[in-house]
């Protein structure tokens, strides 16, 4: 398992050609879902690693959809403040 946390994290680190850019978001959960690893003579198992990688894209689908209702009400939050401000200085200029 260690093993394999630190071949994923290694694999960021290297330089990416310029197709292979990733989106704004980051890393999606298909992206995680459709990986495929190779297959080597004593390697892990294909099908706990398949596991795995279901989990944490289960996980990153969770955090996305968080993130991006955070990010909403966070927009709403602040133009709410906006009008409230405009509201408040208009108030007062004609005081």
């Not at 990416?16 to 990733?22: I, Q, Y």
Request: aromatic share 6%; hydrophobic share 35%.
């Amino acid at each position: 398992m260690r093993n394999l946390i630190r071949r994923l994290t290694r694999r960021g680190e290297e330089p990416r050609p310029a197709e292979d850019v990733r989106p704004p978001q980051g890393i999606r959960p298909w992206q995680i879902r459709d990986r495929c690893f190779n297959v080597r003579r004593r390697g892990l198992d294909p099908v706990e690693i398949r596991a795995f990688l279901h989990q944490v894209a289960d996980e990153l689908t969770v955090a996305q959809t968080a993130l991006a209702a955070v990010q909403e009400e966070n927009v709403r939050i602040k133009n709410a403040l906006r009008s409230w401000q405009s509201a408040q200085s208009a108030h007062h200029r004609y005081r």
